[in-house]
């Protein structure tokens, strides 16, 4: 009877096995990790936006809301911005000194989209070109400013960061009135290839 | 010779699975799944858009085309809004009633991008903070608005809505006039962490 | 003995898969496949911006930037067109020739996001509806206009190319001054569902 048992445990293994792995109805992509996920990378870079004197439209703050564009945009986008679209090309450094050596920028757009808090929608992109890091990681989400830390979406990459996801979390590290402020991006990718 | 068979299907299954579970040349990562695809989660919301008066500049319609931003936007939109970019921040409900306990934020922009006929190009957030959900889901699309359902692409979430992906069915529920308008959003989500 | 050995055989094996295959600790979600990548679908596109006479806003340029919302939109944006949101609804072809028949629709729009060079942040939609094709292709990226080509992410899909993910190279195939420029878009999808 033993030789048996070796075959019996097999084929049980066998079936078991093929049950659980060559199923073959369609089922939900459930991915089996449980939580907390770690990530496969982990990587913090500071973004610093300067916004220049304004005048001199060396920095773009646009203002384009109401059916009266040559109003005054304070007055009609409040005191909250809300519906000016920013656009940004902004060193990114490995450290919170804005005098680094830049690894990257930081380019896009956020939107104020709230009426009552500052709030924003953001899209962009780190773009590296460095020793480092090449290619681009790219993101999406909306931005609760007032908030201590965010959670954004990292909806892909290229080059180093090829087909990369993950989430980021903004975190405002610096500010000087509405001239400069410092975001401490912490990078967590939890799909790399 | 009864021994060696139980050794014999132990090694067979052994190469076997071996052969399927680390299979040494790189291939194309096509996901085994037959068509339909069933999603690991299935959430309706209602979004409603209320467009106030716009000389109250309380909901920010952005009109800012052509090289005379100071003319009429009607007439340089035309009649489809073409380029026309709308910053929105509206409730969400469980139900189709607006007067329902919102569980959460839409916020985000589409522009409206054909000439011809009414389409726009979406990027928004739905940001939870209720006792059912919290945490925000990303999505990014066209919106051919003159269909009856719009399919458009979740592209990442945070929170309890982390690393997700799949596909939103927008379908135009209720409209009055210019001033309000209720989507039905139909979520299902395909990967589910 | 040699009973024995069978059985010990196939329980080692279910050992080593129990190992392998249901590790009860969290880890990274590295994919296995080692690089190059292949593809499992490409696709190429030709994409026709075509900016007509824009004092007939027949192509909307919007320029809406700085505090002067009335001055002149050259004068504010400069000669890199920075800050400049450009909406488009342009023809995709098979091959480089405009007057090919058309298998779908880019949609969306573009901010050049820099002061000193020529670059831009994408985002927008490849909309087919065709014999050959139904359904959308969404992209979102840094597009560095300078550089022969550039990489931007793929994040997502509807219908034929449902829940897609990959990279996508654009490369400025042609151009005549300002008013017309065609885009090379490889398309390489590295998830297929």
Not at 89 to 117: C, E
Not at 150 to 157: K, L, P, T
């Amino acid at each position: 009877m033993e030789p048996n048992k070796g075959l019996v445990s097999a084929l049980f293994l066998f079936f078991l096995l093929h049950a659980t792995m060559a199923s073959p109805t369609p089922k939900p992509h459930i991915k089996p990790r449980p939580p907390p996920h770690h990530p496969c990378r982990h990587l913090t870079f500071y973004f610093h936006d300067i916004i220049l004197q304004r005048q001199e439209f060396q920095k773009c703050h646009c203002s384009h809301c109401g059916f009266s564009p040559w109003g005054n945009r304070t007055i009609l986008a409040g005191q909250s911005h809300f519906g000016n679209l920013v656009v940004f090309d902004d060193p990114i450094t490995l450290d919170n000194n804005l005098h680094s050596a830049p690894v990257g920028r930081a380019q896009g757009f956020y939107i104020y989209d709230r009426k009552d808090i500052f709030t924003a929608w953001l899209g962009f992109s780190f773009v590296f070109n460095s020793t480092q890091h090449r290619g681009s990681i790219n993101f999406a989400g909306a931005d609760p400013l007032m908030n201590k830390t965010r959670d954004i979406s990292i909806i892909g990459g290229t080059g180093d960061f090829f087909m990369t996801r993950g989430v980021a979390t903004l975190e405002t590290d610096a500010f000087e009135g509405e001239v400069y402020f410092r975001l401490r991006v912490d990078i967590k990718l939890y799909e790399c290839w």
